[in-house]
């Protein structure tokens, strides 16, 4: 049993929701994992309405994250912490990130993928390491990077907020949103990058290590249900 990133989340009639991205830790190797600071700070483990604890977010200019760990109770075992993400509708079930690439080590045309709850799995190309998008209630611009699908293939929408993207078993980044519906390149996707988690003082779990004082809260087949009330998916509506 362990906590996955990419969980499969459980949404709220109103709501999209969010998909989880990769599990990480703190300087005191509390466990958790992160999605989209966008995303309402409100996580459900949904087999038995246990609410995670939020702990932190960046949802402004240049950053869109936040991160939730297990809540602890005196009755849980250990379990062993995976540095694995499920592939929704993937080449394969799961994968398992060994390393981080942040956004100094590539350029144009570096090839990608990604998993969201919602349109599932796929890849494309960084097209733009710098693309300009207004996020945040006083107007502040932010820059994410920019990757398009070779087919033109709609690669987010609404619920997949917060997924993983990676490559060759490392972890690159999280889903932030979109460009505009007015513009030619909407079916893009817009990530930031592995490298702006620091901003909360967590890091990606590369590497398995057993826990301590976080319980076991693992659903079926591996996979932590979550219900993210989504706030704003960033593309205009």
Partial sequence: KYLAGNARSIRLPRTPGCTTGFNVFDASRGLG?????????????????????????KALGNYDVQWNKQRVTQSSTP????????????????????????????????????????????CGDVVDMNHLEIFGPNNEVGSYIEVHNANNEEMNVKGDSGGPVFGNNAAYGVIHGR??????????????PIERFSILGVSVLTEPFEITSIPDASGPNGVVPITVISREFPDSQ
């Fill in 179 to 192: 460009p505009k519906k007015n513009k030619p390149d909407h079916n893009d996707l817009l990530f930031m």
């Fill in 79 to 122: 379990e062993q912490q995976k540095n694995t993400i499920d592939l929704m509708n993937g080449p394969m079930p799961s994968m398992d990130i060994t390393s981080t690439t942040p956004s100094t080590d590539y350029t144009i045309g570096e090839h990608v993928c990604k998993s969201g709850i919602i349109t599932g799995y796929n």
């Fill in 33 to 57: 994992v992160v999605t989209a600071g966008h995303c309402e700070n409100a996580l459900i483990y949904a087999p038995t309405n246990t609410r995670l604890d939020y702990q932190d977010e």
